[in-house]
T-cell receptor
Framework: QKEVEQNSGPLSVPEGAIASLNCTYS??????FFWYRQYSGKSPELIMF????GDKEDGRFTAQLNKASQYVSLLIRDSQPSDSATYLC????????????FGRGTSLIVHP | DAGVTQSPTHLIKTRGQQVTLRCSPI?????VSWYQQVLGQGPQFIFQ???????GRGNFPDRFSARQFPNYSSELNVNALLLGDSALYLC???????????FGQGTRLTVV
């Protein structure tokens, strides 16, 4: 049974700060890693994906992957109140199967 | 271009009834995936279809079935509804079989 663990939060950060969201996964053979943002009452939207160890940056977002530690994180720089949402970590399987397993999500609150 | 569209947006059914949910993917996308999201949890994978063939099935009972049509739209059917089937059902489309890139707004199913 593949598991993806996230702290449900809420994680509260002040506007302008760096928000750090973390995710661990159980299947060592996982090959693809995704972050989705879900506003309350809305559907998820893909914001980042990463396949290789290290960092991947896209604007204010940085995804970090450490396969040895089975750990993936999302950093949001210069957090804005509009970033307040639930962030879902999803981990794709091995052997060409990209069907992801989602974590339960971390609620982020950015307060002015 | 229209995004992923799902219908209906809300639905109330009685235990034991059957329901059909519909999804139209983004034009040009050949892969459709279905997810169930219970409040407070991440989406749980139900089915993936690519080029009208089932490419993956999650851990759901046989009461759940789906199909994809020649125009790549899809239907999810659930028979013998249970109270526990109450959830947000999400459809996502992608160009190929990678992780869901774009989600529809979802269908909120309530079973009473």
């Amino acid at each position: 049974q593949k598991e993806v663990e996230q702290n449900s939060g809420p994680l509260s950060v002040p506007e302008g700060a760096i928000a750090s969201l973390n995710c661990t996964y159980s299947d060592r053979g996982s090959q693809s890693f995704f972050w989705y943002r879900q506003y309350s009452g809305k559907s998820p939207e893909l914001i980042m994906f990463i396949y290789s160890n290290g960092d991947k940056e896209d604007g204010r977002f940085t995804a970090q992957l450490n396969k040895a530690s089975q750990y993936v994180s999302l950093l949001i720089r210069d957090s804005q109140p509009s970033d307040s949402a639930t962030y879902l970590c999803a981990v794709g399987g091995r052997g060409g199967s990209y069907i992801p397993t989602f974590g339960r999500g971390t609620s982020l609150i950015v307060h002015p | 271009d229209a995004g992923v569209t799902q219908s209906p947006t809300h639905l109330i059914k009685t235990r034991g009834q059957q329901v059909t949910l519909r999804c139209s993917p983004i034009s040009g996308h050949k892969s459709v995936s279905w997810y169930q999201q219970v409040l407070g949890q991440g989406p749980q994978f139900i089915f993936q279809y690519y080029e009208k063939e089932e490419r993956g099935r999650g851990n759901f009972p046989d009461r759940f079935s789906a199909r994809q049509f020649p125009n790549y739209s899809s239907e999810l059917n659930v028979n013998a509804l249970l109270l526990g089937d109450s959830a947000l059902y999400l459809c996502a489309s992608s160009l190929d079989t990678v992780a869901p890139a774009f989600f529809g707004q979802g269908t909120r199913l309530t079973v009473v």
